[in-house]
């Protein structure tokens, strides 16, 4: 069975424009739970579903009050780090879907980019100081998924 626990980062296409999302997934055995924050004017939403080996299903509920559930359905890459399928809102619209991992690994990243930036002059200190204050910036969005 798949592990899809963690932070994903997608895009869903609506009448052939895509609409960006951030994901937080908590998986228990099949079980699935955890929110979604859409890179539009619906915002957050729960959401609830299961993962069977690789297939994984789930349904949002958007928490502004919309009485629209989506329902996803869709296929995690062998790496489990990728995920694509379909969506639907019954009887009114659907379209495709995918998901990545969002990168773990964002400290390493950020000090590769500051130590071309950031003359070593500067002190190490002051450099980490400046990666930790972008790392808040970068997690901000993902911080309003996880309350």
């Known amino acids: 069975m798949a592990d899809v626990s963690g932070a994903w980062l997608g895009t869903y296409w609506q009448q052939g424009q895509p609409n960006r999302f951030e994901v937080t997934l908590i ?16 915002g957050e939403a729960s959401l609830t579903g299961e ?4 297939r994984i299903s789930f349904t ?6 919309s009485r629209h559930t989506v329902s996803y ?24 879907w995918e998901a ?11 000090q590769n980019r500051m130590a ?3 003359p070593m002059s500067i002190g190490a200190h002051y450099q ?5 204050y972008q790392l808040s910036i970068i997690h901000y969005p993902l911080s309003i998924v996880h309350y």
């Open 116 to 118: 071309d930036r950031v």
């Open 100 to 110: 990545h991992r969002s990168d773990d690994n964002l400290m390493a990243e950020l």
């Open 60 to 65: 949002k509920r958007y928490l502004s009050g």
């Open 73 to 96: 359905t869709g296929t995690v890459s062998e790496d489990e780090s990728f995920m694509q399928g379909q969506w639907v809102v019954k009887n009114f619209d659907s379209g495709p």
């Open 27 to 42: 998986q228990s055995g099949n079980t699935l739970s955890g929110s979604i924050l859409d890179d539009n004017h619906l």
């Open 128 to 132: 980490l100081s400046i990666i930790h």
């Open 51 to 54: 993962v069977i080996g690789r």
